[in-house]
C-alpha cells in the first residue's frame, strides 16, 4: 500500500499510531513525486503475472495529494497494462476533503473506498477530531451521502476503541439502518504507550479496546447478523473466520500462518515489511535504488513473515488457533499462562469470539460446500431454535440419534474433527 503523503494528514485522530511516524522524516514535505507514482505504479504492475492489480492508496490521508495527482497516475497506469490486465484502485479516507469532483472521478474509475469512521456521532467524534480539536461526523457523513449519489463502491472501515467498544449493536445498526453501508471492517485499536508511536512497550493507552470487550463487541454483532443479516450485510471479520472453518485458514493476513504481504511504501519510495511495523528495524530499502519485487521477495522480508508462525505453547494447544494463528505480530505482547512471551494481547476477546461462532460457521461451511449460498444458515438456526424452546435439553434429540439434546447438534460445544478444527 501507497503513501503518497506519508504520515500527514488533516486530522488529529486522538488513537493514531501512524502520526507519529512524520518524526522518521525530519523536515520533509510528505508528497510523493509523479516520478516516483509512476515509479511505484509500473513496478507494481511488473511484478504481476495475474490478471489483477490492486493499486492501493493510503495515509496519512492522501486526498490531501490533490484530485490532479490521482488524475495523472490513472493516465500512468494506462501507460503500463498489458493486454489482459485490469487495475483495481484502492483509496483509504478519512472523506472530509471529498467532493462532488472527487466522487464523479472515484466513479469514472471505479475506485474502492474505505472510509473511516467510528459509528453515530457522539462515539465517533470521541477521538476523531480535526487539528483544531473540532468534531468531523458532520464532514464523513457528507462524505457517505456524496458516495452514495455518485454509486462510488465503498466500505466502512470503523475502529473498536474504549469508547465505542461497549456500544456494538448501536454503532453496527447506525451503518447498517442509517448510513446504508453494507461492507464494514471492526479493527480494534490496541494503542501501545511509546513515545516514538513504535511497536514497543507492555502497556496500552485508556483509548485502547479491552480483550473481552472486542470479543462482546463482535459476538453482539456477529449474533444479529448472522440471524437477519446474511447475503445482505458483509463483515470482513466473519467472511474471514468463515473461510477458516471452510479451507482451515482465514482469508485475513492477521490471522494466517504467516505475513509479510502487506508492505507499505512510505512517499519517498521507502518500503517496510509492514504497514504496522513503520519502523527503522523493518525498512526493506527504496524503489529508487533497487526493484520493489525484490525487496518484497528478500529474505529479510522473508524471515519477518514466518516469524509470524513462532507460537506460545499455549496458542499451539488452543482449539481455535487454527483461526487466528495467534493474531498480528503487532499484538504480541502478552505473556501466555506459562509465562511465555508472545500472546496475543486480544487473545481472550478473539477466543471468545471463535469459540462462540463455531456452530452458525460450521453451518455456513457446510451450506458452502454443498453448493448453496451463505444465507441458509438464517433458517437452520431458527428451526434449531424452535425446536430448542420446545425440547428439555435432557430430551432425546429430534433428530433421532438417541442421544440428548445438549450433546447433539444443537449444542455449540464440540471437540476436534480430524482437520484439526472445532468440530
Not at 488529529?12 to 507519529?20: D, I, P, R, S, T
Amino acid at each position: 500500500m501507497a503513501k503518497p503523503t506519508g504520515a500527514r494528514c488533516n486530522l488529529n485522530c486522538a488513537y493514531c499510531f501512524f502520526l507519529k511516524k512524520e518524526t522518521l522524516y525530519p523536515g520533509d514535505h510528505f508528497r510523493m513525486s509523479d516520478d516516483l507514482m509512476e515509479r511505484y505504479i509500473r513496478q507494481t504492475i511488473e511484478a504481476h503475472s495475474t490478471p489483477e492489480v490492486v493499486i492501493a492508496w493510503q495515509g496519512g490521508e492522501p486526498t490531501l495529494m490533490g484530485l490532479d495527482f490521482f488524475r495523472r497516475s490513472i493516465e500512468v497506469e494506462k501507460k503500463y497494462l498489458r493486454p489482459g490486465m485490469e487495475i483495481q484502485n484502492t483509496l483509504q479516507t478519512n472523506g472530509t476533503l471529498l467532493d462532488d469532483e472527487w466522487c464523479e472521478f472515484l466513479q469514472e474509475n471505479k475506485f474502492l473506498v474505505g472510509l473511516s469512521m467510528d459509528g453515530p456521532r457522539e462515539l465517533h467524534d470521541r477521538y476523531r477530531v480535526d487539528k483544531a480539536g473540532r468534531p468531523t461526523f458532520g464532514r464523513v457523513l457528507n462524505a457517505v451521502r456524496l458516495l452514495q449519489k455518485h454509486k462510488v463502491d465503498f466500505n466502512i472501515l470503523c475502529t473498536v476503541n474504549a469508547a465505542n467498544g461497549d456500544h456494538p449493536r448501536e454503532v453496527y445498526r447506525f451503518f447498517r439502518d442509517e448510513l446504508g453501508a453494507e461492507y464494514l471492517q471492526f479493527i480494534p485499536v490496541v494503542e501501545r504507550v511509546s513515545e516514538r508511536g513504535f511497536q514497543e512497550g507492555h502497556e496500552v493507552t485508556d483509548r485502547s479496546v479491552r480483550p473481552e470487550q472486542y470479543g462482546r463487541f463482535l459476538i453482539d454483532i456477529f449474533d444479529e447478523w448472522v440471524r437477519r443479516d446474511v447475503g445482505r450485510m458483509f463483515v470482513q471479520q466473519f467472511d474471514g473466520t468463515l473461510m477458516a472453518w471452510l479451507r482451515g485458514h482465514s482469508s485475513l493476513c492477521i490471522f494466517q500462518r504467516t505475513c509479510g504481504e502487506g508492505v507499505a511504501l512510505e512517499h519517498n519510495g521507502d518500503i517496510y515489511s509492514c504497514d504496522h511495523f513503520v519502523e527503522p528495524e523493518y525498512l526493506l530499502g527504496n524503489i529508487c535504488d533497487k526493484p520493489m519485487i525484490e525487496l518484497v521477495g528478500s529474505e529479510t522480508q522473508r524471515r519477518f513473515g514466518q516469524h509470524k508462525a513462532d507460537l506460545t505453547r499455549q496458542c499451539r494447544e488452543c482449539l481455535v488457533c487454527f483461526a487466528c494463528n495467534g493474531d498480528c505480530p503487532k499484538h504480541r505482547f502478552t505473556k501466555s499462562a506459562d509465562g511465555d512471551e508472545g500472546l496475543s494481547y486480544l487473545c481472550p476477546g478473539l477466543k471468545m469470539f471463535f469459540e462462540h461462532v463455531n456452530h452458525p460457521m460450521q453451518i455456513m461451511a457446510s451450506l458452502l460446500r454443498q453448493g448453496r449460498l451463505t444465507e441458509g444458515v438464517m433458517q437452520v438456526l431458527s428451526q434449531e431454535e424452535a425446536v430448542t424452546s420446545k425440547v428439555g435439553r435432557n430430551d432425546p434429540c429430534p433428530c433421532g440419534s438417541g442421544r440428548k439434546y445438549k450433546r447433539c447438534h444443537g449444542s455449540p460445544k464440540y471437540g476436534l474433527n480430524p482437520v484439526g478444527k472445532l468440530g
